[in-house]
């Protein structure tokens, strides 16, 4: 397990604009589905993230 913590002072612009890189980063990687076959040598990795204060 790893746990990182980092302070960053940005506009909200900024903020959204990470929020979407991350999530395009996420979205590169093979999603746990159910019922799927996976590899053998793989294994669900939960990747928290969040943003406060919240971007409208």
Not at 20 to 46: C, F, H, N, Q, W
């Amino acid at each position: 397990m790893t746990i990182g913590n980092r302070t960053l002072r940005l506009t909200p612009g900024q903020a959204a604009e990470l929020l979407g890189r991350i999530d395009r980063v996420l979205a590169d990687y093979p999603a746990d589905r159910p019922g799927e076959p996976a590899p053998t040598d793989s294994g669900k990795v939960v990747f928290p993230w969040q943003s406060c204060p919240q971007v409208r």
